[in-house]
Every structure is written in structure tokens, then in C-alpha cells.
């Protein structure tokens, strides 16, 4: 109870952060809050290892949190301002499946650890968390930081949120990206509690979502991405969303089904989905990256 409530009371303290990360990447540069993001992630597992209170759970996960929402205010645009024009939606996408890798990793070496149910397992998993980020720290020491500067005239600069919630195309690319991130969402909560718990199938059926999503994400984004260049971005994003809507319509189909029929359905609608996935977030960081004009 007091971790998920830690947890919960960090989440809500982050929400701020996500405002300000990008007006800071544009005063400082991204490289350098992508190496405060990864420290402060780093600093807030190591304490996990000393904490033995409430306060000093919730001021860990409150620092990690934070990071990771500064990770991701920065992360993308550090990609875009190292890789070349004609190369980001590649790059996007050979990360995403990086990612999706070491998600699966992630998970296994933490299965084995509940499996294993000491503290010392426990111990180790955060430990390996901390060294993960302090590597990332030193790693990326050598990646540039560059300040993108503003083209406007002093007289005609304009600073603020005004600006962007005034801007039409970014506005819709917001809500491009909204409607994006709730389907990614779908993966990791609705469809597991929707497979064992509505439709009631096996506890193997969540864990073989991940699978399977992971290991289309990860063996075929690189090459679908590649595979677009030259396609018009409204399209693909067009593909992406149909393809989860096509997902949703398969998981709806398997209410009625038997169990080894809905199991099938189930299956069948992250093979799906992932699709989606796959399409819609490198074209979406891509363009977030370059101009809402793009889409």
C-alpha cells in the first residue's frame, strides 16, 4: 500500500515537470537535461538501496520519476539534433525497437527475480537500474550539445504558451499524438486486464501479449520504417490508426467466443496492433521533431 501510494503521489508530481522540460531543453540544450534525467534516475534507484521510510521511498521515486518525465522531454530532441535530416524517422525507429528489447529483457530478468523472492534479488535489480543510468550518463558525455536558437528578430520574438496553443497544426499534432499515446497505453493495461479478467482466459495470455508485441516491434521496425521513406506522414499515420481500430474491433469479437477461440482473437489483435505501434511512433517523433507543416 505505501509503495503504490509513493508511487501514485510521485506520478501526480511529475505531471509540472513535463510543462517546463521544454523550455529548458531550449535554453540549455537537450544533451544537458538528457544527462541531469539519466543522474537524477541513477541517484533516485541508488537511494531505493538506503530508504528505509515512507518519506524517503516517496522522495526516490519522486526524483526518478521527474527524471524519466525530463528523459522524455529531451530524449527526442536529442535525436534530431545528432542524427541527420533524412535519417530521423530511421533513427526513431531503430530506437523504438531497441527499447521494445530491452523492455523484454527487462521483464525476464525481473520475473526471475520475483521467482527468486529474496532481497538480494530485489537488490540486484535495482542496483543494475542505477549502473544502467550512470552509463547512460558517461555515454552520452560524448554526444554534443547544441542550442538551437530562435530565427526571430528581437523585435518580433514570441515566447510563452500563447504561441503554441495558437498554432493550428501543432495543435493538431498534440492531439494526433494524445489519441497515440492512449493506444500505447491499451498494450500495457486494458488488454491484459481485458484477456484475464473480462473474458477470463489463462494468466499466459498477458505475458504472451508482451511477446508477441515485442518481438514484432523489435525484429520489424527497423525494416517497415526503412520501407517508408518517401510515403506522405498523414497517410501512415492514417494506416497506424486503422490498424489499432482493426485491433480493438478483433478483442471485441472475442466476448462471445470459447476460450481456445478468444485466446486466438486475442492473439490475433496485438499481432495487430503492433503495427500501429510501429508505424505511428517514429513518423510522430519524426515530425514533433521537424514541423507540425510536415504532416
Known amino acids: 500500500m505505501s509503495a503504490g501510494a509513493a508511487i501514485s503521489i510521485a506520478s501526480a508530481a511529475s505531471i509540472p515537470a513535463g510543462s517546463v522540460v521544454g523550455g529548458i531543453v531550449d535554453r540549455v540544450g537537450a544533451q544537458r537535461v538528457l544527462q541531469v534525467a539519466n543522474l537524477a534516475q541513477g541517484v533516485g534507484f541508488a537511494a531505493y538501496l538506503v530508504v528505509d521510510s515512507f518519506t524517503g521511498v516517496l522522495l526516490s521515486t519522486v526524483?526518478?520519476?521527474?527524471?524519466r518525465t525530463a528523459f522524455?522531454?529531451?530524449f527526442g530532441a536529442t535525436v534530431?539534433?545528432?542524427?541527420?535530416?533524412?535519417?530521423?524517422?530511421?533513427?526513431?525507429?531503430f530506437l523504438g525497437a531497441l527499447r521494445n528489447v530491452g523492455f523484454a529483457l527487462g521483464g525476464l530478468v525481473s520475473g526471475l527475480a520475483i521467482s527468486i523472492g529474496t532481497e538480494t534479488a530485489y537488490a540486484a535489480i535495482v542496483v543494475a537500474n542505477a549502473v544502467s543510468y550512470a552509463l547512460a550518463y558517461l555515454l552520452l558525455r560524448a554526444v554534443p550539445n547544441t542550442v538551437v536558437h530562435s530565427t526571430y528578430d528581437a523585435g518580433e520574438r514570441r515566447e510563452g504558451w500563447g504561441v503554441v496553443?495558437?498554432?493550428r497544426r501543432y495543435g493538431l499534432l498534440v492531439l494526433t499524438q494524445a489519441a497515440f499515446s492512449m493506444s500505447m497505453m491499451a498494450l500495457n493495461f486494458a488488454m491484459p486486464i481485458y484477456a484475464t479478467e473480462t473474458l477470463g482466459l489463462p494468466g499466459w495470455v498477458a505475458g504472451a501479449l508482451f511477446t508477441i508485441n515485442t518481438v514484432m516491434v523489435g525484429c520489424g521496425q527497423g525494416l517497415l520504417v526503412r520501407s517508408l521513406t518517401g510515403r506522405v506522414r498523414n497517410r501512415v499515420l492514417l494506416v497506424a490508426n486503422l490498424a489499432f481500430a482493426a485491433s480493438y474491433v478483433v478483442l471485441l469479437g472475442a466476448t462471445r467466443a470459447s476460450v481456445v477461440a478468444a485466446t486466438l482473437l486475442v492473439l490475433g489483435g496485438v499481432a495487430i496492433y503492433s503495427p500501429g505501434e510501429m508505424l505511428g511512433g517514429p513518423v510522430l517523433a519524426d515530425t514533433g521533431a521537424s514541423s507540425p507543416d510536415l504532416v
Not at 526524483?63 to 527524471?67: A, E, K, Q, W
Not at 541527420?84 to 526513431?92: A, C, D, S
Request: aromatic fraction near 12%; hydrophobic fraction near 45%.
Open 165 to 167: 496553443l495558437r498554432d
Open 80 to 93: 534530431a539534433v545528432i542524427s541527420r535530416p533524412g535519417e530521423r524517422g530511421l533513427w526513431f525507429g
Open 63 to 67: 526524483l526518478v520519476s521527474v527524471g
Open 72 to 74: 522524455w522531454g529531451s
